[in-house]
T-cell receptor, first 112, second 115 residues
Framework: GEDVEQSLFLSVREGDSSVINCTYT??????LYWYKQEPGAGLQLLTY?????DMKQDQRLTVLLNKKDKHLSLRIADTQTGDSAIYFC????????????FGRGTSLIVHP | DVKVTQSSRYLVKRTGEKVFLECVQD?????MFWYRQDPGLGLRLIYF???????EKGDIPEGYSVSREKKERFSLILESASTNQTSMYLC??????????????FGAGSRLTVL
């Protein structure tokens, strides 16, 4: 299997919560990341979580980390049409590398 | 405040042409990366560089080469473009050390079409 896995699509109604999931095989890093890619643009860092935390909240964003299960999730509360984008989980994989391995990205589609 | 600049947003080339994709960063980052992005496949690392004149192969280096003569500039070269290299190419940079060492700053991307 892949080192970092995400489902490819998520469709939600405006105002609902969105939950994007990510599983990984291993991590060498003290940080795990979520990036956002808006249409026609490059990726931008959205948020991150320190590996000794299990939750981080930042306004409408909540990141949950389950290290035992190697599972990372991103919850977006009150999802807006402007949240429509591709969301990438990024995890530096063990081996001392500073290079993050990206998931395939989850396309979030928000319906009015 | 654009920090990673890719010289061309859109390029159309013919099979067999030599193609240069240029990337410049103004953050004094040591590390620079080239990815290609294809629908359903996500980001795949082509090459990266952790210092001037240094380069390392990523996951899919075949058909590509790179050049890093100056710290701020990292070029991706397609020696003889083929149709299967039609893709979006993303350049990124990151610092070597410190709390941001794993955080990549991306350019806007270069969409290459090879006919």
């Amino acid at each position: 299997g892949e080192d970092v896995e995400q489902s490819l699509f998520l469709s939600v109604r405006e105002g609902d919560s969105s939950v994007i999931n990510c599983t990984y095989t291993d991590s060498s890093s003290t940080y795990l990341y979520w990036y956002k890619q808006e249409p026609g643009a490059g990726l931008q860092l959205l948020t991150y979580i320190f590996s000794n935390m299990d939750m981080k909240q930042d306004q409408r964003l909540t990141v949950l980390l389950n290290k035992k299960d190697k599972h990372l999730s991103l919850r977006i509360a009150d999802t807006q049409t402007g949240d429509s984008a591709i969301y990438f989980c990024a995890v530096p994989i063990s081996g001392g590398s500073y290079i993050p391995t990206f998931g395939r990205g989850t396309s979030l589609i928000v319906h009015p | 405040d654009v920090k990673v600049t890719q010289s061309s947003r859109y390029l159309v080339k013919r099979t067999g042409e030599k193609v240069f994709l240029e990337c410049v960063q103004d953050m004094d980052h040591e590390n620079m990366f080239w990815y290609r992005q294809d629908p359903g496949l996500g980001l795949r690392l082509i090459y990266f560089s952790y210092d001037v004149k240094m380069k390392e192969k990523g996951d899919i280096p075949e058909g590509y080469s790179v050049s890093r003569e100056k710290k701020e500039r990292f070029s991706l070269i397609l020696e003889s473009a083929s149709t299967n290299q039609t893709s979006m190419y993303l350049c990124a940079s990151s610092p070597r050390t410190g709390p941001g060492a794993n955080v990549l700053t991306f350019g806007a991307g270069s969409r290459l079409t090879v006919l």
